[in-house]
């Protein structure tokens, strides 16, 4: 029998999902949707919109099909959605980018992170620093590119980096520094300070920065900044998005990522033997997406803003401490104050006494540093207000 890979054994035992017998474990978001399917409890856990995106990029979608528009897009993406998300980032951030060399069309933002950091890993000794809790795919993505995950932790409430332990972080092995800003799993959104120590210490390291920037049109108090606006850091910077959060079509799957040509090329290079191309029909709807007014922007921002004050409010009504964030889909609550001691057993417990599904905060995080993140509990806002409402109602049972 042929031996697995080193790199995916590590990831799937790191990850807790290889038993000491070799069984298959589920993940924790698996778990905690099969017992919201079950209990038929409110699934506040995975963050996926229970709503559809705006009409015309469903209706251009449905055009695209008919019309005949099914079957392989060339390898780095469709001219029109290339230019449009040229566009996009000329018009919202002043990013000046040659959509024919600079922009590269990905099956999500996950993929455009793995092709990245499989492009730009070529050593053992190189590192990766990221932002704990992280988005459990990074740490996967970098064992399986054979590098070391360095964390910087991020503590509640306000989730934001402190400074000398980032710059403790960064090195001269420091390969990526890779930025998920606005933050899933916490909300946060990064200060300028942060920001810029970020671009001083990829050019003292001579390090590329990655971003995941797929919330960037969910920033709820100040518009979005990315990295790659600021002196000195576009070219060391990869940027990543995606259509998904921004018009609820996470299950389309088209994201994508920006940069200097040569970095890019790099990334063509790996991401052409992942999944060579995808969403053929997709790819036109979003570059109508990207070109809808302002006020679609605007309002989209404002809706998540209203859905996250309404389920802070059942939060805090039900007993929590609530860590408001600036950003995302997502809320982190504190359980403590209800008594837990444990943020996964509380989770697995809330379904039957408040008919809820939340994720555990020690989800995304290192094993040595889940105690920091023992009673945090991380939920969805990204549902339609009358299903917040129930859940208000429903959590206000655990008082």
């Known amino acids: 029998m042929r031996q697995i890979p080193g790199a995916w054994h590590r990831t799937a035992a790191g990850a807790g999902l290889v038993g000491s017998d070799g069984?298959?474990?589920?993940?924790i978001f698996a778990e905690m949707s099969a017992l919201a399917a079950r209990t038929g409890a409110i699934n506040l856990g995975q963050g996926f919109p229970d709503e559809d995106g705006p009409a015309a990029v469903l209706d251009a979608a449905r055009s695209a099909i008919t019309n005949g528009v099914n079957q392989y897009p060339p390898g780095r993406g469709i001219p029109d959605l290339l230019a449009a998300i040229a566009e996009h980032q000329e018009r919202f951030y002043g990013i000046t980018l040659d959509p024919a060399r600079e922009v590269l069309v990905t099956a999500g933002a996950t993929e455009a992170l793995a092709?990245?950091?499989?492009?730009?890993?070529?050593?053992?000794?190189?590192?990766?620093v990221v932002f704990e809790p992280?988005?459990?795919?990074?740490?996967?993505?970098?064992a399986l590119a054979g590098a070391r995950l360095v964390t910087v932790p991020l503590r509640w409430p306000s989730f934001q980096p402190d400074l000398d332990e980032l710059r403790a972080a960064v090195s001269d092995r420091t390969r990526v520094i890779l930025v998920n800003d606005p933050h899933n799993p916490t909300g946060a959104v990064f200060t300028g300070a942060v920001r810029d120590e970020i671009v001083r210490l990829a050019q003292r390291h001579d390090a590329i920065i990655v971003t995941d920037?797929?919330?960037?049109?969910?920033?709820?108090?100040?518009?979005?900044?990315?990295?790659?606006?600021?002196?000195?850091?576009?070219e060391r910077t990869l940027t990543i998005s995606s259509g998904g959060k921004t018009f609820s079509t996470t299950g389309w799957k088209i994201g994508w990522i920006t940069g200097p040509a040569?970095?890019?090329?790099?990334?063509?290079?790996?991401?052409?033997?992942?999944?060579?191309?995808?969403?053929?029909a997709f790819q036109p709807a979003i570059a109508v997406g990207l070109r809808l007014g302002d006020d679609f922007f605007r309002g989209i921002a404002d809706t998540l803003r209203a859905k996250r004050d309404l389920l802070g409010t059942g939060l805090r009504t039900a007993g929590f401490a609530v860590s408001t964030p600036a950003g995302s889909y997502f809320t982190v609550a504190d359980a403590g104050?209800?008594?837990?001691?444990?943020?996964?057993?509380?989770?697995?417990?809330?379904?039957?006494?408040a008919g809820i599904v939340a994720i555990p905060l020690t989800a995304?995080?290192?094993?040595?540093?889940r105690a920091d993140y023992a009673t945090l509990v991380r939920f969805?806002?990204?549902?339609?207000?009358?299903?917040?409402?129930?859940?208000a109602s429903r959590l206000a049972r655990l008082r």
Not at 134 to 142: E, R, V
Not at 364 to 369: M, Q
Request: hydrophobic share 50%; aromatic share 8%; proline share 7%.
């Open 115 to 128: 092709a990245a950091l499989l492009a730009l890993l070529d050593d053992p000794d190189d590192e990766v």
């Open 23 to 27: 069984s298959i474990h589920p993940t």
């Open 213 to 234: 920037e797929v919330y960037e049109h969910l920033a709820f108090d100040e518009p979005h900044v990315p990295i790659a606006t600021l002196p000195g850091a576009a």
């Open 134 to 142: 992280y988005y459990d795919s990074y740490a996967a993505i970098a």
């Open 380 to 391: 969805a806002a990204c549902k339609r207000v009358d299903v917040l409402e129930d859940a």
């Open 337 to 353: 104050p209800l008594g837990a001691t444990d943020a996964a057993t509380f989770c697995r417990a809330l379904p039957e006494r």
């Open 364 to 369: 995304f995080a290192t094993a040595e540093r």
């Open 262 to 280: 040569a970095l890019v090329d790099a990334v063509l290079a790996v991401k052409q033997f992942l999944t060579y191309v995808n969403g053929s």
